[in-house]
């Protein structure tokens, strides 16, 4: 069964603090993606990456950077967190051609920035 | 930017209702996926409809892509307990070579059993 597996479930991080976001696929996708989930506005998209080394900013990349040093694991760093950056946040990943399959979502992380 | 609107944002309803939920492009699209998530979960993806006019089902889950494929709707006949949750759609564009997909804001089904 393929998997994206997000490190950690739930997180508390006090404002200011660095704060890393980790996310690993067995699937050798090359696609990986950072969402975050707010009530009312859906899924945006953070950062996403097509390779190693690549990224791409996203619809909302402001106070947030990544990192993908291998293919299979995706990184997303705070880099002084915010109250702001509450929420809930996805990492996915896909195919580099979808070929009729959709993106694979990893459980999520809740971060609450107190 | 390309937009995706996505509506009710909530439905209830009582067992056995049907259920629909329309997603709106601004610009045409080249395919849509939906997907589901259950209370506490993660999204999970259903289908994918690529063709114009182009219909798929699967069980009680009715999938509609518009003639301009500017539009979708998913229609679930006689809702069950287990529908329950919040169905997206996805339009996929395509940026530096990479496919991405911008997501409606979801449509929670809440159902009175």
């Known amino acids: 069964d393929v998997k994206v597996t997000q490190s950690s479930r739930y997180l508390v991080k006090r404002t200011g603090e660095k704060v890393f976001l980790e996310c690993v696929q067995d699937?050798?996708?090359?696609?990986m993606f950072w969402y975050r989930q707010d009530p009312g506005l859906g899924l945006r998209l953070i950062y996403f990456?097509?390779?190693?080394?690549?990224?791409e900013k996203g619809d909302i990349p402001e106070g947030y950077s990544v990192s993908r040093e291998k293919k299979e694991r995706f990184s997303l760093i705070l880099e002084s967190a915010s109250t702001n950056q509450t929420s809930m946040y996805l990492c996915a990943s896909s195919p580099l051609r979808l070929r009729g399959y959709g993106y694979t979502f990893g459980s999520g992380t809740r971060l609450t920035v107190v | 930017g390309q937009q995706v609107m996505q509506i009710p944002q909530y439905q209830h309803v009582q067992e056995g209702e049907d259920f629909t939920t329309y997603c709106n492009s601004s610009t045409t699209l080249s395919n849509i996926q939906w997907y589901k998530q259950r209370p506490g979960g993660h999204p999970v993806f259903l289908i994918q409809l690529v063709k114009s006019g182009e219909v798929k089902k699967q069980k009680r889950l009715t999938f509609q892509f518009g003639e301009a494929k500017k539009n979708s709707s998913l229609h679930i006949t006689a809702t069950q307990t287990t529908d329950v949750g919040t169905y997206f759609c996805?339009?996929?564009?395509?940026?530096?070579?990479?496919?991405?997909?911008?997501f409606g804001q979801g449509t929670r089904l809440t159902i009175n059993p």
């Open positions: 699937m050798d996708h090359e696609n």
């Open positions: 996805a339009g996929r564009r395509i940026i530096q070579g990479a496919q991405k997909l911008v």
């Open positions: 990456s097509y390779d190693v080394k690549m990224k």
